[in-house]
């Protein structure tokens, strides 16, 4: 098949699994979602990466997303000593960095849906260990997001040595996501479930 061809379908097949993962998501109850990012807060909570980790950035839930819910996790790192820093996105030029936050509930929606740090905030030169969000992931690590982006560009002004942990719920997990150019393959996915080492390519 042409590159081309094959490219574009590749991006077509992954709006298509996008449309339907957010309606599955959606679909869970919210006492659910709860349990369910509570089991993965446990298990972060457990990796030698995090536990070791003193820079980490973490994500605030989109409100109404149901997305993996880690705001009882930013406490007990701090309780260790680490500093966290949370994703903020530059109003002109779209481009993300993550900031550090003394209090993340002081953080302010912007307009994307979930709470960002202040412009003043620190931005963090470098990080331990990212978590990151996805609709869906494959035992490859890679991910479905929202489709803007924004990890995937970011990402590799991090990584390596920071080390990429993507969260989903178990249900998230899937047998292969269309792999497209400039895709960011994660190193451990995290469910309320099981912990993998993604595989490699």
């Not at 900031?99 to 994307?112: K, S, T, W």
């Not at 331990?128 to 560009?153: E, F, K, N, T, W």
Request: charged share 30%.
């Amino acid at each position: 098949m042409d590159p081309d061809a094959e490219a574009a379908l590749r991006y077509r097949a992954k709006a298509e699994l996008r449309k339907r993962a957010r309606a599955l998501r959606s679909s869970i109850p919210p006492d659910a979602i709860l349990e369910r990012s509570r089991r993965i807060q446990r298990a972060l909570a457990e990796l030698p990466a995090l536990a070791a980790a003193r820079r980490v950035a973490l994500f605030y839930p989109i409100e109404g997303r149901n997305e993996v819910d880690l705001r009882e996790l930013d406490p007990l790192l701090r309780a260790r000593g680490a500093r966290v820093a949370y994703p903020s996105i530059d109003p002109e030029s779209r481009a993300m960095t993550f900031r550090f936050v003394e209090d993340p509930e002081a953080m302010e929606e912007r307009g994307l849906g979930f709470r960002e740090p202040g412009s003043t905030d620190e931005e963090a030169a470098a990080l331990d260990v990212i978590v990151v969000p996805a609709l869906q992931i494959d035992a490859r690590g890679h991910r479905i997001g929202y489709g803007a982006g924004y990890y995937d560009s970011t990402l590799p002004r991090f990584c390596p040595p920071a080390h990429a942990v993507g969260v989903v719920f178990d249900f998230q997990l899937v047998a292969e996501v269309p792999a497209t150019p400039g895709d960011v393959p994660l190193g451990t996915i995290v469910t309320d479930a099981r912990v993998l080492a993604a595989e490699p390519a």
